[in-house]
């Protein structure tokens, strides 16, 4: 079965670090460019992140570039976002989600489900 | 960053009229342009890429133009199933923004 399925969210407080995966199934992950999407509560869509087939480029939204990581690990078959001094307003579902190949829109074709994260105090 | 505006931001629609939502980006993005349809408490959908290419399995009624700044969606004719939010999502260069959403709501 063709699915993105992440993991790792949770409640974590301001300035802590949280790592979230997503482990990719039933195609081949390798060939594919991989991006992270995120959404606050009851707002729209948020681009936050990708990744290139090759690890390399890495690409971030300026409101999370320095203290976000996006990482993956072919082996695994798997999509990683290490989140480091969280804020507030990075309290949103995250979702992993796969760039089409073949298109040079990069659309993403494939989401997980999601997973949510909180940032309080 | 290139910034995203869609309108109108909320729509009241029929079942069986024709919509059309646009989506203007602040430089110019060729065709670098793709639209999401989200149902309420479900994951992102892709409808359509490079502007005018429908996804695989999207129904017909779903249509989309446009280059440079200026770009629409359009249902041709509005299905109980599409009463959702869309967004559209510009890939010319990261950040790869996405417009702030369109609430397409049964009237």
């Known amino acids: 079965q063709v699915q993105l399925v992440e993991s790792g969210g949770g409640l974590v407080k301001p300035g802590g670090s949280l790592t979230l995966s997503c482990a990719a199934s039933?195609?081949?992950?390798?060939?594919?460019?991989m991006s992270w999407v995120r959404q606050a509560p009851g707002k729209g869509l948020e681009w936050v992140s990708l990744?290139?087939?090759?690890?390399?480029?890495?690409h971030y939204a300026a409101s999370v570039k320095g203290r976000f990581t996006i990482s993956r690990d072919k082996a695994k078959n798997s999509l990683y976002l290490q989140m480091n001094s969280l804020r507030v307003e990075d309290t949103a579902v995250y979702f992993c989600?796969?760039?089409?190949?073949?298109?040079?829109?990069?659309?993403?074709?494939?989401w997980g489900q999601g997973t949510l994260v909180t940032v309080s105090s | 960053d290139i910034q995203m505006t869609q309108s109108p931001s909320s729509l009241s629609a029929s079942v069986g009229d024709r919509v059309i939502i646009t989506c203007r980006a602040s430089?110019?993005?060729?065709?670098?342009l793709n639209w999401y349809q989200q149902l309420p408490g479900k994951v992102p959908k892709l409808l359509i890429y490079?502007?005018?290419t429908l996804q695989s399995g999207v129904p017909s009624r779903f249509s989309g133009s446009g280059s440079g700044t200026d770009f629409t969606l359009t249902i041709s004719t509005l299905q109980p199933d599409d009463f959702a939010t869309y967004y559209c999502?510009?890939?010319?260069?990261?950040?790869?923004?996405f417009g702030q959403g369109t609430k397409l709501e049964i009237k």
């Open positions: 999502q510009q890939s010319y260069s990261t950040p790869y923004t």
């Open positions: 039933g195609f081949s992950f390798s060939d594919h460019y």
């Open positions: 990744i290139s087939r090759n690890d390399s480029p890495k």
């Open positions: 989600a796969r760039v089409l190949s073949g298109s040079y829109s990069r659309p993403l074709d494939l």
């Open positions: 490079t502007a005018s």
């Open positions: 430089q110019s993005i060729s065709t670098y």
